[in-house]
């Protein structure tokens, strides 16, 4: 037999070979496994169960004991009620309006709550109560013997607690709530509050669903308050004939929710998880075969893989690298092609680098050319003959023009917001001198927000983009308001202004522009120039070159309205 199983697979090609070997011994191993998770998954499966179970008692446990310390909050509800206070003290008189004021506070109690089959008050020195129920809904007056004659009077009644809780008789209701309202200096009951609630808030919290379980809510002296009632629960049988009860108590222990998994239930369980255990072995089995009849063929021809990366290498991807296991000659094929594709890498990357550097002497050569020197002092004398010729605002302007020649040659590349706040200052004094009463501006800086650093230049570039595009084609006035604050973990400056504003066509070009900026580009196309945005272009790239993805630049206008550019920068 075993003869003529090896002389049919020697005539059959390698890949076929492998796969028939790998795939019987994986068969043989895998059906072992599933074997024995199943034996072992249904031991454990009634310890993961249990354990889900309690977690979820224990959370609805901690619910339980909220909702009855919502109930002993809500039963002293009237007190709250300055004028409730004076008429159960005997401040208040005896007449019609007392009375229509406690019925009112009865019916606006009874209407704080949708859990409640009936509510009453009971007031000792009226010897009279009110109450108002489900089937009832208009305020009744009772007599006072309907409290004090209940079984229950000499409890609620005394000190330690003053308060009462017991079952309810009727089905569909929970518990009732007795609350006596006592006289603080002395101890004396005033009134008595008696409410009884449903069991609607306990039906959708504690109703697990599930078929073949039953869960119970107690006392701490096992009196039984809430079983679950629901279709799939068999209350009948609770206790009897089950396998599994799990159970929590509450932190004060005066609660105990337990839980109850039939036996047949657990059997289910047990079969469904069986009955997938083997689908899913099964599953894998035949996965793993498809699975393997690939993988032997990429083994077997590492030549393909090499030929994927070529072209990966061809499409500007010299990141990857490959890892080819084989005969030597393929092996080392494999470790001079990631040679060569990481020298490749690392000659753009210098090549970028050193483009970058060549555009930086660049400019610098260019603002080398410039003597601010000569500059500065051609501004002083012009800034004296105003002086001496009594020509104080052009002396203001040339002033200006000064400090925001030296502002923009020299310094850092960031700069605090209080100094880029004064640079702007001093160029709308320049463009104030220019258009006179057609421009007004207000800058406002909240809070720390002027020790923030912000790039030089950027709220100078939202400020004259406002004036480009605010002030053109309109005679009318235009106002700028610069706000600044720091808020929300992040330096928010919005420059508005309430000038022409723009087309929404010619928006959506802007906005499509920044949100396509570059830092890396080395040139602008015609199209992003036709634009118009060039300056915010450029904050926008300075932006992400220094803060990444933790800065923004947005644009918003409406046409005969106004526009409105927000930068913002998280901080770091």
């Known amino acids: ?52 179970t ?36 005997g401040n208040d008189g005896n007449d019609y309006s007392t009375k229509e004021y406690l019925m009112s506070v009865v019916r606006n109690t009874w209407y704080q709550r949708d859990d409640l089959a009936d509510y009453s008050i ?6 009279k109560g009110y109450a108002v129920s489900r089937a009832n809904r208009n305020v009744s007056e009772r007599s006072m013997s309907d409290i004090t004659e209940d079984p229950l009077y000499g409890k609620f009644s005394k000190p330690r607690y003053y308060r009462a809780v017991v079952p309810a008789e009727r089905d569909g209701n929970l518990l009732v709530y007795y609350r006596t309202i006592i006289n603080i200096e002395d101890g004396r009951p005033l009134a008595f509050v008696r409410f009884t609630v449903d069991t609607s808030w306990f039906d959708k919290t504690l109703s697990s669903g599930q078929p073949g379980e039953l869960t119970v809510l107690r ?24 396998s599994l009860t799990v159970s929590a108590e509450s932190e004060d222990e005066e609660w105990n929710l337990t839980t109850y998994i039939s036996k047949k239930q657990l059997d289910l369980y047990l079969s469904e998880t069986r009955t997938l255990t083997f689908t899913v072995g099964i599953l894998f089995i035949i996965l793993s075969v498809i699975l393997l009849v690939f993988f032997i063929r990429i083994v077997m021809r590492p030549l393909s893989v090499l030929a994927g990366q070529l072209r990966s290498a061809g499409q500007g991807n010299f990141k990857s690298r490959i890892s080819i296991s084989g005969c030597s000659e393929i092996a080392s094929l494999s470790d001079e092609y990631n040679t060569m594709i990481r020298r490749i890498d690392e000659l753009i990357e210098k090549n970028y680098v050193a483009e970058l550097n060549w555009k930086s002497a660049q400019l ?18 012009l800034s004296a003959e105003a002086i001496e010729n009594n020509q104080m605002k ?10 925001m020649l030296k502002y923009t040659i020299r310094g850092p590349e960031t700069v605090t917001l209080r100094t880029e706040l004064e640079h702007v200052q001093d160029y ?6 220019r ?51 720091h808020t929300g973990g992040k330096l928010v400056i919005t420059v508005t202004d309430d000038g022409n504003g723009m087309p929404a066509a010619r928006l959506a070009e802007i906005q499509k522009v920044l949100a396509e900026a570059n830092p890396h580009e080395q040139t602008v196309s015609e199209k992003k120039r036709d634009a118009g945005c060039i300056g915010l272009r450029n904050l926008s790239n300075r932006l992400q070159l220094l803060y990444g993805s933790s800065a923004r630049l947005s644009i918003y206008s409406t046409q005969y309205t106004g526009t409105s550019t927000v930068m913002e920068v998280d901080d770091v």
């Open 1 to 52: 037999m075993l003869q003529r199983l090896r002389s049919f697979l020697q005539k059959k090609s390698l890949v076929y070979q492998l796969t028939v070997v790998i795939t019987t011994l994986m068969t043989v191993i895998l059906v072992l496994v599933v074997s024995i998770t199943s034996v072992r998954t249904s031991r454990d499966l009634q310890n993961k169960i249990y354990a889900s």
């Open 54 to 89: 309690q977690t979820l008692l224990e959370l609805q446990i901690k619910n339980v004991s909220a909702y009855f310390s919502q109930m002993n909050a809500f039963s002293l509800t009237p007190r709250n009620d300055t004028r409730f206070l004076k008429i159960i003290t």
């Open 122 to 127: 009971y007031v000792v020195n009226l010897n």
């Open 219 to 242: 006392n701490k002296t096992g009196g039984i308050y809430y079983r679950d009632s629901s279709e799939n629960s068999d209350s009948s049988s609770m206790g009897k004939d089950r």
């Open 364 to 381: 610098a050569a260019l603002e080398s050319q410039i003597n601010p020197h000569f500059l500065y002092n051609t501004l002083q004398t």
């Open 394 to 403: 052009i002396n203001d302007m040339v002033m200006a023009l000064s400090s």
């Open 428 to 433: 709308l004094f320049l463009q104030k001198a």
């Open 435 to 485: 258009f006179e009463e057609r421009l007004t501006y207000e800058i406002v800086a909240e809070g720390g927000a002027g020790e923030l650093p912000v790039p030089k230049m950027s709220v100078t570039t939202l400020v004259e983009n406002s004036i480009i595009h605010g002030m053109s084609k309109t005679a009318d006035s235009v106002r700028i308001e610069i706000t600044a604050e």
